[in-house]
């Protein structure tokens, strides 16, 4: 029994317990500087690197979306290209007045006696596609009325001859801009020029023509 107290005894020493301190210290040291150092950079480090990811991928996000407008930019400029030919087909580089200066020219030219010549309507493009549906919508849609356009409804009176008149409808399919006769009257006015060139013709000639806004 006293030799069992004697070998407890000699396990703690005082010798013992001071290289113990030590140990004890640097472990509590270690363990706080993990609770208040190591583990809260750990989780500062976890933070930052999702965050950089999420940068990155932003950033590959961002060269995607560079590069698709840069797509639809080429696009977009192919189809506004289009349209400006589309338009320019239709109405031709001239406005409505210079059109009718022409008309001027061409008549002067065939020997054309413009009586009248009376604007009856005006009619702009409208968009249209909300309601194009429908059988009805689909029958009165007019294909050369596009985006960037206007139709003229122009009635013309004037006299000439049956050789002039062809001359001058001949030159009108000439033209730059969509020329459409909706109707032409002609009657007699009981006049002669020579045997060679006929009678004088009084015409009225409703007009169609399509021009820029």
């Not at 059988?135 to 409804?153: Q, W």
Request: hydrophobic share 40%; charged share 25%.
């Amino acid at each position: 029994m006293i030799n069992s107290t004697n070998r407890k005894e000699n396990l703690i020493t005082p010798e013992k317990a001071a290289s113990f301190i030590p140990v004890f210290i640097s472990s509590g040291i270690a363990i706080l500087l993990i609770i208040f150092f190591v583990i809260p950079q750990y989780i500062k480090s976890n933070k930052v690197n999702l965050e950089l990811n999420e940068l990155i991928k932003k950033k590959n996000d961002l060269e995607n979306i560079r590069s698709q407008y840069k797509t639809i930019n080429q696009e977009f400029k192919k189809l506004s290209n289009k349209k400006s030919k589309i338009i320019e087909l239709i109405s031709g580089k001239s406005n409505l007045d210079t059109l009718t200066a022409q008309f001027g020219v061409i008549g002067q030219k065939n020997n054309i006696e413009f009586v009248s010549i009376i604007p009856k309507n005006v009619k702009e493009y409208t968009d249209n596609s909300a309601a194009q549906n429908t059988e009805e919508n689909k029958s009165i849609i007019d294909p050369f009325l596009v985006e960037g356009t206007k139709k003229y409804l122009i009635e013309f009176n004037f006299k000439t001859n049956f050789v002039n008149l062809l001359s001058f409808l001949r030159e009108l399919e000439f033209q730059e801009n969509i020329i459409l006769i909706d109707n032409i009257d002609v009657k007699s006015n009981n006049e002669k020029i020579d045997s060679n060139k006929g009678s004088i013709l009084r015409i009225k000639l409703l007009m169609t023509i399509y021009g820029k806004l």
